[in-house]
């Protein structure tokens, strides 16, 4: 029911009607701002780059293919749209790749008490953010929005198995920062 | 860590992240984007389907009125005559086959100097649908006989601005980004908007 108001909404855009996109900006401008929020961790340049991923959804709403979901399209170009920011900051979004292998199998039973204290609201929040773009947004798709693997794919313009690792390996990432803040 | 160890250390993990904590957006966002809005020209064949569904206005002069009244009035009377000859009982009429409504806008805006209720059951034309204000009420009411069936409609308030009906309980879009109320005749139960 809800796709179909979304994609009535869509159509009737692409009819020449732009009021009938504010129905979608309503519905996502949280999740798309709370994405920019964790990129750039600033609430004024997370709104101007959410602003941004809304026009530009709109300016490609052409492309858009009917039967799919809309929200995975959005988050898709509001992955580039952090990308494109994070090229203009000099930052590039894989200089934190990390290989899996290498990640440490640290932790023990006794700490976990420890480790469950640690994974409050705040914290959980920050140990996010440390993680590269890519791999942190392939875990909030997951887990949060409950994105396929193949719509987590999409958005991140690789394949099905990539997507799987992935989110494997922002788990092990995250796992890591976890596991060392409670050796500390 | 042991593999049991793991698995619920990633079972917390997903859970945090499933609940990781958000903030709301600024609340002129919506408003921000979409002042920034460039309208999109509709496709040719779009535009076509807006033109054919417009409400037509038509000003008719006596000069132009006289030889279709001469036309009408011979018409009916050929067809009067045969009629007769042809038939000796008559159909049922329209109005024997309606079920009386009542149509109620809630506006006593004093910019607001005229309503009238446009729909699909007359050709989206105003005449003879216009409303009446009701000072008590502090509303715009027509009553009307209309048809068992469900039958789209929108209020033209002062001739040239059309709006759906704010308490009607369901709407259908128009194919052009606009919503049509939509009223339901049901010849057991009458009127359900």
Same mark, same amino acid.
């Given at each position: ?144 929005e409950e994105f396929s693997m ?35 | ?17 499933r609940h990781l904590p958000e ?36 000003? /008719? ?6 030889? !279709?009244?001469?036309?009408?009035? #011979? &018409? $009916?009377?050929?067809?009067?005559? %045969? *009629?007769?000859?042809?038939t000796p009982h008559t159909a ?61 409609? /929108? ?6 601005? !059309?709006?759906?009906?704010?308490? #009607? &309980? $369901?709407?259908?879009?128009?194919? %052009? *980004? ?16």
């Amino acid at each position: 029911m809800e796709e179909s108001r979304e994609a009535e909404a869509i159509r009737d855009v692409l009819r020449g009607n732009p009021r009938a996109f504010e129905m979608l900006v309503r519905k996502y401008e949280r999740p798309v701002y709370n994405l920019m929020l964790r990129t750039v961790g600033n609430e004024g340049h997370a709104a101007d780059l959410a602003q941004e991923a809304f026009l530009r959804a709109y300016e490609k709403l052409g492309t858009f293919r009917n039967g799919k979901r809309f929200f995975p399209w959005l988050y898709a170009i509001s992955l580039n749209v952090c990308r494109d920011w994070l090229r203009r900051q000099g930052r590039d979004p894989h200089v934190y790749v990390e290989d899996a292998n290498r990640l440490a199998e640290a932790g023990a039973a006794s700490q976990q008490d420890t480790l469950q204290s640690r994974l409050d609201g705040r914290r959980m929040f920050d140990a996010m953010t440390k993680l590269p773009l890519a791999y942190r947004e392939a875990l909030v798709m997951r887990f949060r929005e409950e994105f396929s693997m193949r719509e987590i794919a999409q958005a991140l313009d690789i394949s099905v198995s990539g997507a799987k690792m992935r989110v494997s390996r922002g788990l092990d990432m995250l796992r890591k920062q976890f596991t060392e803040a409670s050796d500390d | 860590m042991t593999d049991e160890m793991q698995t619920l250390l990633d079972r917390r993990l997903r859970e945090a992240i499933r609940h990781l904590p958000e903030k709301e957006p600024p609340p002129d966002f919506t408003a921000r984007v979409m002042t920034e809005l460039e309208p999109r020209p509709a496709s040719a064949w779009a535009r076509f389907r807006m033109w054919l569904s417009r409400p037509i206005r038509i000003t /008719v002069t006596p000069a132009r009125l006289a030889p !279709v009244l001469v036309c009408t009035v #011979a &018409a $009916l009377l050929v067809g009067g005559w %045969f *009629g007769m000859r042809s038939t000796p009982h008559t159909a049922p009429s329209m109005h024997a086959a309606t079920l009386p409504v009542t149509f109620v806008l809630r506006q006593s805006a004093p910019e607001v100097r005229s309503v009238a209720v446009i729909g699909s059951f007359n050709d989206w034309n105003a005449d003879g649908y216009e409303m009446l204000y009701d000072a008590s009420g502090k509303a715009w009411v027509l009553r009307a006989q209309l048809p068992p069936g469900d039958h789209e409609y /929108v209020f033209l308030v002062n001739g040239d601005r !059309v709006m759906p009906d704010p308490g #009607a &309980a $369901l709407t259908r879009n128009d194919g %052009f *980004g606009n919503r049509n109320s939509v009223l339901f005749v049901n010849p057991t139960n009458g009127q359900t908007l």
